[in-house]
């Protein structure tokens, strides 16, 4: 058994200045094409993952730029020990 209708969504110019959040429905079958707006629900959704998507990607920079300051941080506690630049990043390498 196989997939019968695969969904893509998109947003769709319905004039010049409006925009229709739409999704393409092709039955794999017949190769039946149809394209219909977004349900409220589908809509709200859609933006509760953009909202979590931009989340996720604020926690990830944030994650970065703090694991970037603990190894600079090692770096010069290594070098105020007395080793060179090069020494204390191959021990953090």
């Known amino acids: ?3 019968r209708t695969l969904e893509i969504l998109r947003t ?3 004039s010049r200045m409006s925009e229709v959040a739409t999704k393409l429905i092709i039955n ?11 349900t409220e629900a589908e809509i ?4 509760a993952m953009a909202a979590q998507a931009l989340a996720d990607q604020a926690e990830r920079e944030a994650a ?3 694991k970037a300051a ?5 770096i ?5 020990l007395g080793l ?6 191959a021990l953090l390498n």
């Open 1 to 3: 058994m196989g997939f």
């Open 12 to 14: 769709r110019k319905v």
């Open 28 to 38: 794999c079958e017949t190769g039946e094409r149809t394209i219909v707006p977004l």
């Open 44 to 47: 709200q959704e859609r933006e």
């Open 64 to 66: 970065e730029q703090a």
């Open 70 to 74: 603990a190894k600079a941080s090692g």
């Open 76 to 80: 010069a506690k290594l070098l105020a």
């Open 84 to 89: 060179t630049q090069a020494e204390a990043e």
